[in-house]
């Protein structure tokens, strides 16, 4: 499979594969906002196309290119949707870590605080997981919280109910 670049506006045509691969909605997005892409082809290719991998791309900086080259620093994405999904990259570094604690020998996690996991991969992509899925319903709690404010307020009209329903 081809790595594409997520691209806004006329470089692209909108291309979204959630229902081929997982995060395949948001991951691409999440790539070209925070990590950046290079330049690919040339403008007289015309936009590119996701579905035979050429076309234009400009060059675009990441929110983190700073870090990534003025400071030579190591910026690793590692996205999680708020249903407790992992993309792969997170889930490949998660395993990484796991095969690091077990080589060093020093994992001072205490398993015995969940029912299931019993060893580093499972019970830190559990933790990872449940995090996620808590601070999404928290946001979403927030934000009813201030629609219910601003209506109060006054800042949002009264809509009448629809006839007939």
Known sequence: MVKIPFLPGKYTKGYKNGGSYA???????????VLG???RGVPQQGAFNHTTGS????????????AIKNRKATVKLLAHETFGGMSPF???????LGR??????????DYSRSYTAR???????????SASVINGAAGIHRSTDKLRTDYLNGAIPNVPAPQGA
């Open 23 to 33: 995060f395949g909605n948001t991951e691409e997005q999440l790539k070209w906002k």
């Open 37 to 39: 892409t290079r330049q």
């Open 55 to 66: 076309g234009f791309v400009p060059a675009h900086d990441g929110d983190y290119v700073d």
């Open 90 to 96: 997170a889930s490949r570094h998660l395993r990484r």
């Open 100 to 109: 690091a604690a077990e080589e060093s020998g020093c994992d001072p996690t």
């Open 119 to 129: 060893s580093f991969v499972p019970y830190y992509a559990q933790r990872l997981s």
